[in-house]
T-cell receptor
Framework: GAGVSQSPSNKVTEKGKDVELRCDPI?????LYWYRQSLGQGLEFLIY????????KSGLPSDRFSAERTGGSVSTLTIQRTQQEDSAVYLC??????????????FGPGTRLTVL | AQSVSQHNHHVILSEAASLELGCNYS??????LFWYVQYPGQHLQLLLK??????LVKGIKGFEAEFIKSKFSFNLRKPSVQWSDTAEYFC????????????FGDGTTLTVKP
């Protein structure tokens, strides 16, 4: 079946502009995660959705970052007034997230964001 | 808070050499452990995972990892590497009590010389 997809694959923007990154999770997966991978570093957790609600937003680095999920499926990560330090690969993952059970996350190909 | 430490940032091996990549985590509760691989130009793929049971887990492409609870470790091994194993390897930890979000190590870049 289809995996997690993300768009765009690459985004170049100017400092101060807003950007939207999209994630389409695997069909039927209730949980959706956003991570950020900066150059030479591991993945940094940003936000987690269970259905359409976000019980954990603890990783969002500032109030310029927001995310939403609609219909329990597609999610959009929005970065307002982008800064150069926002340049990174933004990864989305989804999982079945059955209550109390261990879970495997499946990752999309990522969106490479470059802020000039 | 949980954390993951990968001690080797860059490993260079010749083909047929044996591989061991270290991963240590800090978390007091029950954990689920993962190794992911990212080949050049490709996205993260699951290599293997440990949830419970036999602490020696086998994954794809001849990789295995051993969970040693007393050492808080989950080292990745392969007896004989190939040039095609050149990639970045990430160790990750989740727990069932923190919404399942993964904590990743900083990654180890493996270069295998033909």
């Amino acid at each position: 079946g289809a995996g997690v997809s993300q768009s765009p694959s690459n985004k170049v923007t100017e400092k101060g502009k807003d950007v939207e990154l999209r994630c389409d999770p695997i069909s039927g997966h209730t949980a959706l995660y956003w991570y950020r991978q900066s150059l030479g570093q591991g993945l940094e957790f940003l936000i987690y959705f269970q259905g359409n609600s976000a019980p954990d937003k603890s990783g969002l680095p500032s109030d310029r970052f927001s995310a939403e999920r609609t219909g329990g499926s597609v999610s959009t990560l929005t970065i307002q007034r982008t800064q150069q330090e926002d340049s990174a690969v933004y990864l989305c993952a989804s999982s079945q997230r059955l209550a109390g059970a261990p879970d495997t996350q499946y990752f999309g190909p990522g969106t490479r964001l470059t802020v000039l | 808070a949980q954390s993951v430490s990968q001690h080797n940032h860059h490993v260079i091996l010749s083909e047929a050499a044996s591989l061991e990549l270290g991963c240590n985590y800090s978390y007091g509760g029950t954990v689920n452990l993962f190794w992911y691989v990212q080949y050049p130009g490709q996205h993260l793929q699951l290599l293997l995972k440990y949830f419970s049971g036999d602490p020696l887990v086998k994954g794809i492409k001849g990789f295995e990892a051993e969970f040693i609870k007393s050492k808080f470790s989950f080292n990745l091994r392969k007896p004989s590497v190939q040039w095609s194993d050149t990639a970045e390897y990430f160790c990750a930890v989740t727990s069932n009590t923190n919404a399942g979000k993964s904590t990743f190590g900083d990654g180890t870049t493996l270069t295998v010389k033909p």
